[in-house]
């Protein structure tokens, strides 16, 4: 049905072309016969602090921001828009996430409540979640994570679908043309009531991704197009909602389809081969929440079931090196349950199980394994606020998995908000964590290590986050120092006996610590034109610190592929029905080897900053409005990798068109 519907966007795209230039012509005219704004009075509306969030560290992604990126994927915005350093194989390829300067599998990713990481490797590929697929993004930094679960050294990405009880009938499509061969196509559509709602969304992403590159992995080095790097990525998000005077009911599947071609080395000079990925994914969630005047009580079940396939092979020889299909199933299934009988106090209990199914076979090499896991969660908290200044938070999780028991994971933050109208506050959290080992870290043959500890962490935080209001302006920020201490981190290395395989270990101690700074300013000059500000940066020291020195040369250095620092400045300018859009991320140097040596055989990846601009502007013919935006990446033509060999594209170029109808 994707297909079908895909191919059928795709024809209408040039009759989608003439009816914008239709609109484009009259635009003027129509903006300008808008006659049904009211100018206010200003109204100001002061928010009170949740008690539940007392001395946690949370960064909500501005919706604005999502709607903005929506023709991106998360990956690329949490790039933009967050201190996570995105780990990206490449434009299209596989990105995972490092969450102040930990592994990706100690990333725990949530959606609506439900763990996307996969069983097999503990990890999310971020580039398969389109954002016009979700409606909230939030992160929870560090010791914060435990409100969620357990097993995010780092922190968690919560993703969340959000019904509009105020849409009765609304349709949006949006058309993208980009550089290298690239479209991709949205739409979302919505109806329903008061009480009921359903929403559809499909999208569809194509490209050859054939850019060029200057090669300097090989000599001679040369000019050279990427090839066997095409992709196609398809989708579909069925929503339903409905709600009663007490309850709200919900049910979510989310079906997906890649079929990725996996570019060479630029420092490959073998035969040349065939390289492919085939992910098929299903989701699925329902909820039940009933709401009291003093308490809410929910139940969530959630599935995903997971299908990857791997193949190489010599297309000279014909000689097949790789032929893996994975299978994974998850089943989960959460009870929720919060009362607050008084304003300054909130009690939560939450009970979560799951169960793991992970099957593996490679018919080129013959090896593979069939095991599953069973996991169970109770998590019991309460916050506090014994005046209007102080807040405090306790929380404790006991956790099971393969008849191995986690008795007492804590976490306490504190909050002390000052100023007249508590716009300053000082927050702490500390916190003990765990990470389980992955199925493939136990069973993988040959190498993996059924005897595994799971990796233990201290974590502390402290931070000061202040807000500043005024007539026209408003200003915010945070800023975060923080440290953890992990203990058992799992490493894979060359097998200890000379066999030529690599097989997991709990070798290092690794120490993190690092700070985070986020602030953002919004300017309304007057009625037409308004200016915003926001940026971020991270510093994060990450080192293996029980390495003996005179054997391993990792002691004390920084782990690789984790920069020390990244940033990211965004600018807004938006007058009348225009608007004016610069993004620019930095990367800090990253190693490629554990001793952090540079040299003609162990190479860094240099730091480089990007510039993104977009420009656009709105059309409004009421009730259908439409949205046009140019956007060029890479404005400089930086020449970068985000991992060794692995070219990344220059100065290129998108055309975005967006119509959207709301009754």
Not at 233 to 248: A, D, P
Not at 356 to 366: C, G, I, L, P
Request: hydrophobic fraction near 35%; proline fraction near 3%.
């Amino acid at each position: 049905m994707v297909n079908a519907f895909a191919r059928y966007l795709r024809k209408e795209v040039k009759t989608l072309f003439c009816v914008i230039g239709l609109f484009t012509l009259s635009g003027e005219i129509a903006a300008q016969k808008l006659t049904d704004t009211i100018h206010i009075q200003e109204v100001k509306v002061y928010g009170k602090r949740k008690i539940e969030e007392a001395g946690s560290m949370v960064t909500h992604i501005d919706t604005l921001a999502i709607q903005m990126m929506k023709t991106q994927t998360i990956s690329e915005l949490l790039s933009s828009y967050s201190p996570v350093f995105m780990k990206s194989y490449g434009r299209g390829s596989t990105a995972t996430a490092s969450f102040r300067g930990t592994a990706p599998s100690h990333t725990q990713v949530y959606w609506n409540g439900v763990k996307m990481n996969s069983p097999m490797r503990g990890d999310v590929d971020f580039s398969l979640f389109p954002v016009y697929f979700i409606d909230d993004v939030s992160l929870l930094h560090g010791g914060s994570s435990l409100q969620s679960g357990s097993g995010a050294l780092g922190g968690s990405v919560l993703i969340n679908n959000k019904p509009d009880w105020t849409d009765r009938f609304s349709i949006r499509y949006v058309q993208t043309i980009e550089s290298f061969s690239t479209a991709k196509e949205y739409l979302n559509v919505g109806l329903g009531n008061g009480y009921f709602q359903a929403k559809t969304r499909l999208f569809s992403d194509q490209s050859r991704n054939d850019f060029s590159y200057f090669n300097y992995g090989v000599l001679p080095m040369h000019e050279s197009v990427q090839k066997n790097a095409g992709y196609e990525k398809l989708g579909l998000l069925q929503e339903l909602y409905y709600r009663l005077s007490h309850q709200t009911f919900s049910a979510k599947l989310w079906a997906y389809r890649s079929d990725r071609d996996l570019p060479q080395l630029m420092s490959f000079e073998g035969d040349t081969r065939k390289e492919t990925q085939a992910d098929r994914n299903i989701r699925a969630v329902g909820s039940w929440k009933y709401l009291s005047e003093k308490s809410i009580l929910e139940l969530v079940f959630g599935m995903n079931h997971t299908r990857l396939n791997y193949f190489r092979s010599s297309t000279e020889a014909r000689f097949v090196n790789f032929d893996s299909r994975s299978k994974e199933m998850s089943y989960s299934g959460n009870l929720n349950f919060e009362w607050k009988p008084r304003e300054n106090l909130s009690l939560n209990l939450s009970l979560n199980s799951a169960y793991h199914r992970v099957s593996v076979f490679d018919s080129a090499q013959k090896i593979g394994y069939d095991h599953d896991r069973n996991e169970l969660s109770l998590m019991n908290a309460a916050h506090f606020q014994p005046n209007s200044r102080l807040l405090f938070s306790f929380l404790f999780r006991s956790e099971m998995y393969d008849n191995k028991v986690i008795g007492f994971i804590p976490s306490f933050g504190a909050e002390y908000l000052i100023g007249t109208k508590r716009n300053y506050a000082f927050k702490m959290n500390a916190s003990r964590n765990y990470h389980q080992p992955g199925l493939n870290d136990l069973y993988w043959f040959p190498g993996g290590n059924p005897d595994l500890e799971p990796e233990d962490g201290y974590a502390g935080d402290l931070a000061f986050s202040f807000e500043k209001r005024a007539e026209k302006s408003f200003f915010s920020g945070q800023i975060t120092g923080y440290a953890s201490l992990i203990d058992d981190w799992i490493v894979w290395q060359p097998s200890a006996s000379g066999a030529s395989y690599w097989e997991a270990s709990n070798l290092r101690k690794v120490f993190a610590r690092g700070a985070e700074v986020q602030v953002a300013f919004h300017r309304e000059m007057n009625r037409n034109f308004s200016f915003d500000l926001k940026g971020n940066y991270s510093h994060s020291a990450t080192s293996n610190v029980d390495a003996v020195p005179s054997v391993d040369k990792s002691r004390g250095k920084q782990l690789i592929y984790i920069p020390k620092d990244k940033a990211n400045l965004f600018a807004e300018v938006d007058y009348k029905t225009y608007y004016l859009k610069v993004n620019a991320p930095f990367v800090g140097k990253r190693y490629t080897s554990s001793n952090n040596e540079e040299s003609d055989y162990e190479k860094v990846l240099n730091p480089y900053w990007l510039v993104d601009l977009s420009a656009g502007r709105q059309f409004n013919f009421k009730p259908v409005h439409v949205d046009v935006v140019a956007s060029v990446e890479n404005l400089a033509n930086t020449d970068y990798m985000a991992i060794l060999w692995r070219p990344m594209p220059g100065r290129y170029y998108s055309l975005t068109i967006q119509i959207s109808y709301k009754k």
